[in-house]
């Protein structure tokens, strides 16, 4: 009960504490005296909920009701394996790219702000990956919108305020489809606590036709978190504006509410009720397409962030399109790509990140020859890459292997067959817009002034996570089992 509160109200105390003790900038003669203290005190509070968390995850068995909210609504806490695979991510996540923000953040102004609510939001996702029923969910998926739009406008540029409130807007519009879903469901159960096929036969039976709709409803106003076509338009606006590490944690993480919500509310009906509908039918085809559509945008995109972005847009949608297809295979698939996709994306953001770091160079044209200045990274970038396009051993292979099997076996009329299709034509585009950067960076062409330049690899602040997370994405290829094995 204590380790389950303790991960998740202990950082989002200590974020408001940051925020009030470090409510100014850092300025005049003891700047650099404040801000070790403000990493320091970070640092520690960032440690110590990876500790809380690991302890709460220990003691799995663990559920706590925190109040009531009715006689029949409870703020309800547990652990089970989906929030365990979503917790664990997170917590490498945040952990990474938070030290990673140690270094890159030396330069940006309001820097208590930025921790503060970077450990909030390290707080309310261990809420989500630990709430218990729908309600619970609900409250959090909200409270992580408001904690992490501050990490998108964090600049405070004309952009980055819009762009935050185009996360804000987008963002609520689908909380509330998906709160609209939880009213009707609340008519036909009496709990809304998460196990597998939590509705009653009878209410299927008499309304049927009705809760499909319901179920559609709530896939798109969820799936909106999730970037899924058409509400998908708010995560390339956020991501250029958003420091790298927000960026990072955005992509990796934030959006990975979407798919958990949508993981949880699928569950909620059950499998056997949505096979075989028009509902299964419209999610496939929606992910298809967003699939095609992202790679292709990510393609043609020359701002090296917002073609990250648009990747995000893509790869989010396998996780998706495994879920749709409801068998076995296709799930194991999507779990892989969670973890996959997490650990590649964040250190790729983190990549682009020391790249802007250290050249301050934000469009693909403007890496030519990278390589030269900074080859560790452009290395991590390139292994992160093949785990996006899905070339063994990296976990990014493995995943999409699950799902492409799984998709065939589904044996669902025409979509079956054109999923993998899709998927390895999104494939060839990743490879089309990720490894260019790459020939280009250690490669650039007998034009190129091959004076000797000055090396500019980061410090072990930055190029230490991107290194965990890289190797990280090559370990799901090598032991794809456990993490299976960890979900049934």
Known sequence: MYCILLSIFFPILAGLFLLIRFRTPLAGEKKNEDRKKLLLLTGTFLVTTALLTAAALLTATERFT?????????????????????????????LCAGFFSFEYMKHEEREGRYYGFYLI???????????????????FFELLTLSSMPLVLHCGTKEAVMAGLK?????LCGAYAGLFGIYFLYQYTDTLTFFHGSLYVTAIAE???FLLLIAFIMILGFGVKAGMFPMHAWLPTAHPVAPAPAS?????????????????V????????????????????????TIFMGSLLAYREPILKKRLAYSTVSQLSYILFGLAVMNEEAYIGSVLQVLAHGFVKAALFLCAGAFIYKTGKTRVDELRGIGRE??????????????????????????????????????????????PIILLVSALLTAGYLLPITVRGFFPGADYDRNPLEKKEPGKLMT???????????LIGLFPDSVAFIWH
Not at 124 to 135: D, K, T
Not at 167 to 171: A, M, V
Not at 248 to 264: E, F, H, Q, T
Not at 268 to 281: I, K, M, P, S, Y
């Open 66 to 94: 925190l109040f009531y909210l009715t006689e029949t609504l409870p703020i309800y806490f547990k652990i089970d394996t989906t929030g365990t695979l979503f917790s664990l991510l997170a917590m490498i996540v945040v």
């Open 121 to 139: 939001v390290f707080g309310v996702l261990n809420a989500l990956c630990f709430a218990g029923n729908l309600i619970t969910f609900y409250l």
């Open 167 to 171: 996360y804000l807007f987008y963002s």
């Open 207 to 209: 309304h049927g036709g």
């Open 248 to 264: 990072a944690l955005l992509s990796a993480m934030i959006v990975k509410a979407g798919v958990l919500a949508i993981i949880r």
């Open 266 to 289: 699928t569950h909620f009906f059950g499998d056997d009720f949505l096979q075989g509908t028009w509902v299964q039918t419209a999610w496939i085809c929606l992910t298809l397409v």
């Open 374 to 419: 900074m080859p560790l990274t452009l290395w991590c970038w390139t292994i992160a890459s093949l785990g996006l396009i899905g070339i063994p051993p990296t976990g990014g292979f493995i995943s999409k292997w699950y799902l492409a099997i799984g998709s065939l076996k589904s044996n669902i009329p025409v979509l079956g067959v054109l999923g």
């Open 464 to 474: 230490v996570p991107i290194l965990i997370l890289t190797t990280l994405s090559v």
